[in-house]
């Protein structure tokens, strides 16, 4: 979003049981309260399953934006907010940052991932609902509410700006495709892709990863991009590159929208810039080339 917003893993086959799902469209239940300052977790009742979130709430006077952070298959809430460091941000820069849980720790991103496709678990409902949750609980600015995601986030990401865009005016996705068929946005969305090209879990180029355990053979992130766009209605990219990042920003877009694409030469499938420096058998290396949780906002506030 630019204070544009002012408009307007890799994962699963088999994965964990959850509580049975029932009619996904009903209303939420849950308690309201006014939210305190700091990290709290919270429920929300929705679809016949109590769904959990982590919320952080800055110490400031609102209406403040909202980020909802959506972790990767087989992750957490807990988990993305100490990977990204998304709340040290919050804390400084006055923005509210929730983490949602997925069902069975996935996302019902279209053709992924795991249970929340099996079950058919409506995610985009779910998290729409979340947002007028925190909005009975927090002062939101209705013009600034973003989704970033990574892996199969990334993937829910794409599809909250296809189908809640009268929500959510940007999304930033980070290393995760396209994983519906159709694009239909009530009105253009803000996009920033972040993705390594020698991710194993989800390669660049589409297809299945020789690290991936979904099961899913993805879409590539130029076939993502293609359909974003033109969904979007957007024209003449153009593309910069600045040692190991290479940025391809589209100039037509309708105003006040803005699209961008970061490749990061040599970066693997976690989180870039990660708090976590370690390699894991799952994931690999994180980069260092990019802080992506200082990117993906900048992007949000300034474009």
Known sequence: MKRVARRAGALIAAVVLVAACSSNRSSPSATTSAAQS????????????????????????????????????????????????????????????????????????????????????????FLVALVEEIAHRVSIDRTRVSAVGHSNGAMMAFRLGCEAADVFSAI??????????????????????????ADRNHPIDGGAGDRSISNVLYRSMSTSLVMWTAAMGCAQPSTTIAGPISTTAWTRCPPGVGTKYIVIAGADHPWPGSADRRATALQGVPTTALDATAVAWGFLEGG
């Open 38 to 125: 700091g990290t709290t977790h919270a429920t929300l009742r929705f679809g016949g399953i109590t769904r959990t979130y982590r919320l952080y709430v800055p110490d400031a006077s609102g209406p403040l934006a909202l980020v909802v952070a959506l972790h990767g298959g087989l992750g957490s809430g807990d988990q993305l907010a100490d990977t990204t460091q998304f709340e040290a941000l919050a804390a400084r820069e006055h923005f509210v940052v929730a983490f949602p849980d997925g069902v069975g720790a996935t996302w019902n991103a279209g053709t992924c991932c795991g249970v929340a496709v099996t079950r058919k678990i409506d995610d985009v409902a």
């Open 172 to 197: 930033v996705p980070v290393a995760g495709s396209l994983e519906i068929d159709r694009c239909t946005p009530a009105r253009a969305v803000s996009l920033l892709a972040i993705h390594g090209d």
